[in-house]
């Protein structure tokens, strides 16, 4: 099984911020990550897919980056509507897997 | 649009089968450009994928549920479901359905609501 661990687990953070988030796997694999984001009370939304590309219709203001091990999700600068909890998911193993979540809120 | 909408019972005895459907509207589930998904989330929890179809039937299932899930399409209504044996308090958690792209990194790109499924006596 690949592990996916995000880091932070939570972050503060004031509107305007540019914010970013980390997604290590326990093993090197390729383009299969994506990001989604989830409201409480709502399903996740998808934001980025293959590591670095942007869904339809998600703000440029989200980005996607990294290989290997690392990814990252970039917020360049944060609006009200961004705070939520973020999901990276690998799908390049048998068993996909989601990362542990990372919550970001209102500083 | 795709909108995807699940359905079925929101308590489960233990020991029992829990039973959800999918039903898929605006599109057909006979796409070959995608494939159709079970997530789940416990309360305050993260998520946890259950498995993926094909509108053809073949089938792929988390490794540690394997022996108690099963997932099924019927073209013909244009839904997918989930069963899983034997539950326990474990499995309660709302049950997403999704759609998958099938491609370059297999992201579950629509979403259903959910539906929250106690497992309790």
């Known amino acids: 099984d690949i592990q996916m661990t995000q880091s932070p687990s939570s972050l503060s953070a004031s509107v305007g911020d540019r914010v970013t988030i980390t997604c290590r796997a326990s093993q090197r694999f390729s383009n299969y990550l994506s990001w989604y984001q989830q409201k409480p009370g709502k399903a996740p939304k998808l934001l980025i897919y293959?590591?670095?590309s942007l869904q339809s219709g998600v703000p440029a203001r989200f980005s996607g980056n990294g290989s290997g091990t690392d990814f990252t999700l970039t917020i360049s600068s944060l609006q009200p509507e961004d705070f939520a909890t973020y999901y990276c998911q690998q799908s390049y193993s048998t068993r996909w897997t989601f990362g542990q979540g990372t919550k970001v809120e209102i500083k | 649009q795709v909108q995807l909408q699940e359905s079925g019972p929101g308590l489960v005895k233990p020991s029992q089968t829990l039973s959800l459907t999918c039903t898929v509207s605006?599109?057909?589930?006979?796409?070959?450009?995608?494939?159709w998904s079970w997530i789940r989330q416990p309360p305050g929890k993260g998520l946890e994928w259950i498995g993926n179809?094909?509108?053809?039937?073949?089938?792929y299932y988390n490794p540690s549920l394997k022996s108690r899930v099963s997932i099924s399409v019927d073209s013909s209504k244009n839904q997918f479901s989930l069963k899983l044996t034997s539950v326990t308090a474990a499995d309660t958690a709302v049950y997403f359905c999704?759609?998958?792209?099938?491609?370059?990194?297999?992201?579950?790109?629509?979403w259903g609501q959910g539906t929250m499924v106690t497992v309790s006596s």
């Open positions: 179809i094909y509108y053809f039937g073949n089938t």
């Open positions: 999704a759609r998958t792209l099938d491609g370059a990194s297999d992201a579950f790109d629509i």
């Open positions: 293959a590591a670095s």
């Open positions: 605006g599109g057909s589930i006979s796409s070959g450009d995608y494939y």
